[in-house]
């Protein structure tokens, strides 16, 4: 903090809290000591909050409370599975051809 100079208040009243002179601690994971995997993430099964988004059973939803969170994706969301590998076929750049995607429902 020997660089930092506080412009208001707030600033002032946090400099004189930090010890200058002590050796900054790092305590990695401090919350989550056993790591990710012990968590329990409902994910996309469950709405605990009281929103109404279908079940969260939808691609852009499932992930809503598995990566807000300490840990990134929820478990039970694959990285690279794909039931439609043809779904793309009509648009091989997405940039240019996006309109021609096809959804694909459930």
């Known amino acids: 903090m020997e660089h930092i100079k506080p412009l208001n208040w707030k600033g002032k009243r946090l400099q004189s809290r930090i010890d200058v002179k002590k050796k900054p601690e790092v305590e990695g994971l401090s919350l989550l000591p ?27 939803y499932r992930d809503i409370y598995g990566c807000y969170g300490d840990c990134w994706w ?15 076929d009509e648009c091989p750049v997405a940039a240019n051809d996006w309109r021609k995607l096809q959804y694909v429902k459930p």
């Not at 995997?37 to 079940?55: K, N, Q, R």
């Not at 478990?75 to 793309?88: F, M, R």
């Open 74 to 88: 929820a478990a039970q969301v694959p990285d690279g599975l794909t039931n439609y590998g043809s779904y793309s």
């Open 34 to 60: 056993m790591g990710c995997a012990t968590l329990f993430d409902p994910g996309w099964e469950t709405d605990f909050s009281g929103m109404v988004l279908d079940g969260l059973c939808q691609p852009h």
